[in-house]
């Protein structure tokens, strides 16, 4: 089983910064690509940030230049700096990461962290 710890958000006010951290623990071989997305009620989840087990990275045109995803390999984590933060960011958010379980089977499977809520006040 793997299960993945989020933490790290909270309310701010805008133009204020958040860090998020996700780490993941449990039986797999090793870790693949991650990342994070959010989800606002009303509206479907979306991605914000993605890495890729050689460190390339993509992000939502709304987050470029604000946002920055990074990963600690050593610690299975993942993290993503959020500054000049807007209300429009206002979101719950979710990390993703993409294992592969076992040595003898090279199939990735992906899980999903609890959420975390960011607040973004004006």
């Known amino acids: 089983q793997v299960r993945l710890v989020e933490s790290g958000g909270g309310l701010v006010q805008a133009g204020g910064s958040l860090k998020l951290s996700c780490a993941a623990s449990?039986?797999?071989?090793?870790?693949?690509?991650m990342g994070w997305y959010r989800q606002a009620p009303g509206n479907q989840r979306g991605l914000v940030a993605s890495?890729?087990?050689?460190?390339?990275?993509t992000y939502t045109d709304s987050v470029k230049g604000r946002f920055t995803i990074s990963r600690d390999d050593a610690k299975n984590t993942v993290y993503l700096q959020m500054n000049s933060l807007k209300p429009e960011d206002t979101a719950r958010y979710y990390c993703?990461?993409?294992?592969?379980?076992?040595?003898?089977?090279?199939?990735?499977?992906?899980?999903w962290g609890q959420g975390t809520q960011v607040t973004v006040s004006s």
């Open positions: 449990g039986n797999f071989f090793r870790v693949a690509a």
């Open positions: 890495i890729t087990s050689g460190g390339t990275t």
């Open positions: 993703k990461i993409n294992v592969r379980r076992v040595f003898w089977d090279n199939s990735n499977n992906n899980y």
